[in-house]
């Protein structure tokens, strides 16, 4: 497995997996007590559901990166957007309407990255998929 690695190279990799999995425990154990405080409140509100989504999320990407060994730049981008969404209905009672101007222009602007570099990593997909089916790769 590491024949052709050096040293330092195995040792990032060790250390990319333990970090991965502390994120994975700590998103497991926050979502956990998120659910056993919604339990104990017996009462459910759009920024819990928002919690939990980013929850989702987080898990969603490591288990993206397991399974295609990178992170689409998209996903953290999408968790920035729903944060951000969380932060508008958390804040919005006491917040100066411009701060939420500038908070859905922030998503705004999230969301046009988020599809440009969605279409950037399809026109990439296309270009390999061609080499590939020209036999240059």
């Known amino acids: 497995m590491f024949k052709d690695k050096n040293l330092i190279q195995t ?5 990319e997996q333990g970090i991965l999995l ?13 659910v056993a405080r919604i339990i ?9 559901l928002f919690l ?3 929850y989702a999320e987080v898990l969603g990407m490591v288990a993206i990166f397991y399974k295609d060994h990178r992170i689409p730049v998209t996903l953290p981008i999408i968790i920035a957007i729903t944060a ?11 917040l100066e309407p411009i701060n939420i ?3 859905a222009s ?3 602007l999230l969301a ?13 997909l296309d270009k390999l998929k061609e080499k590939k089916a020209a036999g240059r790769v």
Request: charged letters at 15%; a negative charge; hydrophobic letters at 60%.
């Open 11 to 15: 040792l990032i990799w060790f250390g």
């Open 22 to 34: 502390v994120i994975s425990l700590a998103t497991i154990g926050a979502a956990l007590i998120e």
């Open 40 to 48: 104990e409140m017996m009462t459910v509100d759009l920024s819990d």
């Open 52 to 54: 939990l989504f980013i």
């Open 84 to 94: 951000l969404t969380r932060m508008i209905v958390l804040q919005t009672k006491g």
């Open 101 to 103: 101007i500038f908070e």
């Open 106 to 108: 922030g998503i705004l």
């Open 112 to 124: 046009i990255a988020a599809y440009i570099m969605s279409a950037k990593e399809r026109l990439s």
